[in-house]
């Protein structure tokens, strides 16, 4: 469902609501907590709380996203979307950990 709040806005109203979410959260996209550098970041703004699930079609309900991010959690909400990408982060960060554990443990198996 969309935003008939956001499709009202003006462009300039638009970058300003982005301008001011970007304030409130640190410059860093609600869903993976990274920064966002919207000269070279594109962005979204969508519901934390989904229209669907009763939210408010109101600024207190947007996050701003990086573009890749919010396209990436589906139909999930954003809530939803910020704890799977810290998992992700969790499970790279461990077979990263764990690699040369794994490259020096199939180099060393030796066929007799």
Do not use: W
């Not at 982005?18 to 703004?45: F, M």
């Amino acid at each position: 469902m969309s935003s008939k709040y956001l499709s009202s806005l003006s462009k300039e109203d638009y970058e300003n609501l982005s301008n001011k979410l970007l304030r409130i959260q640190n410059s860093r996209c609600y869903i993976c907590q990274k920064p966002i550098d919207p000269k070279i970041h594109p962005t979204n703004i969508d519901h934390i709380i989904p229209l669907v699930l009763s939210g408010k079609d109101s600024e207190e309900n947007f996050a701003i996203t990086h573009e890749s991010c919010n396209k990436s959690k589906l139909d999930a909400n954003l809530k939803t979307a910020r704890i799977l990408a810290k998992l992700r982060d969790i499970q790279e960060k461990t077979l990263h950990s764990l690699s040369p554990f794994y490259k020096f443990k199939c180099h060393t198996t030796a066929v007799d």
